[in-house]
């Protein structure tokens, strides 16, 4: 298998965010609501990606540190980060991708506070 061109670019924003509290299926964490940033690498080498989240009213969170291996695909849900803190839930942010490689990078939200779940996703933007 030929390696393909790179795509993608060094720098992503998404200016919304937003993780809904609880929801009707949280007993199922496949159903919980949550956000999801899915970062594509299509290069020949891992890319190292830091992430750093803004908030409204309070300074910045991060760096979160994030490898997505060569040529593969990672889901990150906001939910799960915990170092160096959490997200907080029921707070707008936004977040900007800094990688030492062209990747791609969409966002992805579920919120499941209601029985309809409501599912969002958008590309982010690139710089």
């Known amino acids: 298998m030929s390696t393909p061109e790179p795509i993608g670019e060094c720098r992503w924003a998404i200016a919304e965010g937003y993780i809904p509290p609880g929801g009707t299926h949280a007993d199922d964490p496949r159903f919980e609501s949550h956000e999801t940033a899915c970062l594509l690498n299509t290069n020949p080498q891992d890319a190292h990606v830091t992430l750093t989240i803004y908030f ?59 029985a309809a779940l409501a599912l969002l996703s958008t590309i982010a933007y690139s710089a």
């Open 56 to 114: 409204k009213d309070r300074e910045p969170a991060g760096p979160y540190r994030i490898t997505v291996p060569a040529r593969r695909t990672l889901h990150l849900r906001f939910n799960d980060l915990e170092d160096p803190e959490s997200i907080p839930r029921d707070t707008d942010y936004s977040s900007v991708f800094e990688s030492d490689l062209p990747i791609v990078v969409q966002h992805t939200r579920l919120d499941s506070r209601q």
